[in-house]
Each structure stands twice: as structure tokens, then as C-alpha cells.
């Protein structure tokens, strides 16, 4: 199927149809993505955003400028491919009901969809860490958030319990063990909420979007170079980039893995997720926020379990599904990967005690 893309995209960063190849790139599921190609071998990634999850673009690109802004003030040498502005100075291009930007295409790096080694989460975590420990004095009130609530757990859990309210019976009978499982858990909303407002948990310029995709490896030495897929760059806590790292690096296997017997910790991976994490963020983080590090992956995957479950009370409306109970399926996945961290804790905050 051929590719079309509007001209007047093009023009407005002053390329025309003539003047460049493209081709349509990436794994994600959000937004649309082009490798464009010019004729004397400049190349740069144009996107669309995609508007149905990020009701306000506008977030997105003032929070991406507010921080390359300062990142070029503070740290000039740091690698922060921003969006470059159309020939006429916007931050986007508005065409129709789209909003398209033109991005830095890195060379000689890599992007991986699974994890292969532990070098690999080291190098990960460790950019994602930098990037927090650059943006540790960074004023966060000037950052919208570009999805409200995005990791706000009380939010997740109101949605739940107001989905099991409305859910037709048959599916709260498939879910019974699942919505006792998410019930029983509980307390880990309660745990958050007693330190929220703490002074020792301070909001920070966090990604929210950790997984290994989201980071750009040297090819040739398999070093970390940049972050990027910058939408979800806004105000949060430290537990949702090291507690997503820790959902999505910590097992080989995906939510979408239904052998639970497969759902298993590996501890090296652990350890170079926590290594690497602590190699920049270690000299930052208060008391509070290190005695939560284990914490932060509970918090995440819990969350990720009852949102999979709100959908599947729902409906399935939300997460794109290949088979009627396949949200039920990830539910099941992500709270036995939730009881592997609580089993395996001892060794697990022996491995952070000896990172720290």
C-alpha cells in the first residue's frame, strides 16, 4: 500500500514531495512515525500525534521546548532531540485536526523492542536516570501534565471499583479470583497516599514511558545515547520511570504471555536495571524516595494489573485486543508478576541495598 503524505505537511518544513523519500517506521501503537529521507542524505523522523490519547498537543510541545530550553542553557552537550520548529517558528504543524512535528533522526544508534542482555536495561535505566538527575532543579510548575492521571493509582483504583460497579455479571464471574486479587491489594493505594504530599517525595520531570524501545543504543558499543518518545514528559514521582523499567525489563516474557508459569523474575536484570538506575540518580534521591525503590515496581504493576482489569469490566474498550479474554489474560500476567517481586523481596532489597 503506498504512503501519502499531505504536501503541505512537507512545505511547512520546507521539504516538498520531490525533495524527499520517506517510509513509515516504529513499533508503537500511538503515533504515526516516518523515517524521511533527503536527496543529499539528511534524515529526520516526521510524526503526527496522535490526538485520541493526547488531547492536547500543545502540552506536549511546550513541555518538550520548556525542557530542551534549559537543557541547552545548563547542560549544552547533552543529547535532547527536540522537535525542530517549522520554517515560520511553530512548534508544530496544524493540518486539519493533526498535529505533525519534525524530529532529529540520531545516527548509528539502535532501538530495541525486547530486552536481549542486562547490559542492555543497565544502559537504559542509566540514561533515563540521567535524564532525572539533569532535570533534578528543574521548576516542574512549568510542565502540563499531557495525560491527567496518568499514573495517579487512586484514579486507577476509582475506575476499577466504578467498572466492577457497572460490569454486566458474566464477566465479573470470569474475573472473580482477579477482582478478589485486585481488592486484597489495596493497600498499596494506601501506602502511596500516606507519603504522597510528603516533602521527601517531590514531584520531578519524569518520562512515565520507560520501556527499552524508548532509548537509543550506539550500535556499534551498545552504549546508551538518548531518550526519546518525549509525550509523556511531565510532573510525577521518581516510582514511575524505575517502576516501569521494572514492569517491563524484569521478566522475558510480555503482559500478553499467557504461560504464568514463564511470568519470572530475573535477578541480573534487576540488578543492572537498579545499577543503572542509581549510577545518576542515587546522589538525588532523598531517604524517602530510596527506602520506596522496591516500591516503585509494586506500584506500576499493580497499576497496569487494574487497568487491564478496568478494561475488562469494561468491555475491552480501551487496549486493543486479538481474542474476547485477553485483557483478563494480561491481568493475570501482570498480578503474578506482582507476586513474583513480593516473593523473591529479601533478595531483591539486598541487590538495592548493595546498588545504593
Request: proline share 4%; hydrophobic share 40%; charged share 20%.
Amino acid at each position: 500500500m503506498e504512503l501519502i503524505i499531505d504536501e503541505e505537511i512537507l512545505q511547512a518544513y520546507g521539504f516538498t514531495l520531490n525533495s524527499v523519500v520517506f517510509q513509515q517506521i516504529g513499533s508503537g501503537h500511538i503515533n504515526r512515525t516516518y523515517l524521511l529521507s533527503t536527496k543529499n542524505g539528511e534524515k529526520y523522523i516526521l510524526q503526527s500525534i496522535n490526538t485520541h490519547v493526547f488531547k492536547d498537543p500543545f502540552a506536549i510541545a511546550n513541555n518538550i521546548k520548556a525542557v530542551a530550553d534549559y537543557l541547552k542553557t545548563h547542560y549544552p552537550d547533552y543529547l535532547f532531540p527536540a522537535p525542530k520548529p517549522t520554517i515560520s517558528g511553530e512548534l508544530m504543524f496544524a493540518h486539519g485536526e493533526d498535529y505533525w512535528r519534525l524530529l532529529p533522526f540520531v545516527d548509528h544508534t539502535t532501538a530495541f523492542d525486547t530486552l536481549n542482555n542486562p547490559k542492555q536495561a543497565y544502559e537504559a535505566a542509566k540514561q533515563f536516570g540521567k535524564l532525572g538527575r539533569l532535570l533534578a532543579n528543574f521548576d516542574t510548575s512549568h510542565l502540563k501534565p499531557t495525560i491527567p492521571g496518568f499514573h495517579d493509582l487512586t484514579w486507577r483504583y476509582e475506575q476499577f471499583t466504578f467498572a466492577l460497579s457497572k460490569a454486566n455479571e458474566q464477566l465479573k464471574a470470569n474475573a472473580k479470583h482477579e477482582i478478589e486479587t485486585a481488592l486484597n491489594h489495596h493497600y498499596i493505594v494506601d501506602y502511596y497516599t500516606s507519603f504522597a504530599q510528603s516533602k521527601n517525595f517531590p514531584d520531578r520531570v519524569m518520562h512515565h514511558d520507560t520501556k527499552i524501545s524508548n532509548v537509543l543504543l550506539d550500535t556499534a558499543s551498545f552504549n546508551g545515547v538518548c531518550v526519546i518518545d518525549l509525550d509523556t514528559l511531565m510532573p510525577g514521582k521518581f516510582i514511575s520511570d524505575l517502576g516501569d523499567m521494572m514492569r517491563t525489563y524484569l521478566c522475558a516474557f510480555s503482559e500478553n504471555e499467557t504461560d504464568l508459569s514463564k511470568i519470572n523474575i530475573r535477578l541480573d536484570y534487576f540488578r543492572a536495571t537498579i545499577d543503572g538506575y542509581l549510577s545518576e540518580m542515587a546522589g538525588i534521591l532523598t531517604e524517602t524516595e530510596k527506602e520506596l525503590i522496591l516500591f516503585s515496581g509494586k506500584y506500576i504493576i499493580y497499576m497496569q494489573a487494574l487497568r487491564f482489569l478496568t478494561d475488562y469490566l469494561n468491555g475491552s474498550i480501551y487496549y486493543p485486543i486479538s481474542y474476547p479474554e485477553q485483557n483478563l489474560d494480561r491481568t493475570k500476567n501482570q498480578f503474578k508478576l506482582l507476586s513474583e517481586l513480593s516473593e523473591n523481596e529479601k533478595v531483591l532489597l539486598g541487590i538495592i541495598e548493595e546498588c545504593l
